[in-house]
T-cell receptor, first 114, second 113 residues
């Protein structure tokens, strides 16, 4: 099915461990985004990539890095996980970095850091 | 900077009653506006969007929203709630120069039998 695929769906990490969250879209979208969702705080932008080869910081980038591997894939890396990074992470894509376009979301990765 | 405010983090309605979820945005320039729905353990799905043209926008599942520039609002309504409407709803905005969407904090809708 066309859309945004995230892996893994669930993950438990120990403090200090590292991991990469994977995201791939098959809609030929140019722009991709990583958000985190925490109760009562809505979605907050971590990083985004307006087009292949570019990445920019969002509202809450500290503790994260990203790679836009190609047009389809946009990964999020936690180098040294902290309990404050316990959250649900969503990847999204958009046809263009243009105002009238909405996003297509993946189903999320639930990350717990203990 | 763009901000989006959703009044009421939790809203409960009876099945068959009117659903009204409130959203206000802050922008001197009318933005592009969106409503998303999130069912438990799922990602967000687009319900409807306002870009230009008619201020009353119809979406999926019987939802609609009206853009009111004078009130800087984009409230979501549905005439008759169904049990399957129980979910979390997010309002989002994107002004002309912004490079990404700004989301509200969400409203959890409960539908009572």
């Amino acid at each position: 099915n066309a859309g945004v695929t995230q892996t893994p769906k669930f993950q438990v990490l120990k403090t200090g461990q590292s991991m990469t969250l994977q995201c791939a879209q098959d809609m030929n979208h140019n722009s991709m985004y990583w958000y985190r969702q925490d109760p009562g705080m809505g979605l907050r932008l971590i990083y985004y990539s307006a087009s292949e080869g570019t990445t920019d910081k969002g509202e809450v980038p500290n503790g994260y890095n990203v790679s836009r591997l190609n047009k389809r894939e946009f990964s999020l890396r936690l180098e040294s996980a902290a309990p404050s990074q316990t959250s649900v992470y969503f990847c999204a894509s958009s046809e263009l970095e243009v105002s009238g376009y909405g996003y297509t979301f993946g189903s999320g990765t639930r990350l717990t850091v203990v | 900077a763009q901000s989006v405010t959703q009044l009421g983090s939790h809203v409960s309605v009876s099945e068959g009653a009117l659903v009204l979820l409130r959203c206000n945005y802050s922008s001197s320039v009318p933005p592009y506006l969106f409503w998303y729905v999130q069912y438990p353990n799922q990602g967000l799905q687009l319900l409807l969007k306002y870009t230009t043209g008619a201020t009353l926008v119809k979406g999926i599942n019987g939802f609609e929203a009206e853009f009111k520039k004078s009130e800087t609002s984009f409230h979501l309504t549905k005439p008759s709630a169904h049990m399957s409407d129980a979910a979390e709803y997010f309002c989002a905005a994107r002004s002309g120069s912004a490079r990404q969407l700004t989301f509200g904090s969400g409203t959890q809708l409960t539908v009572l039998p």
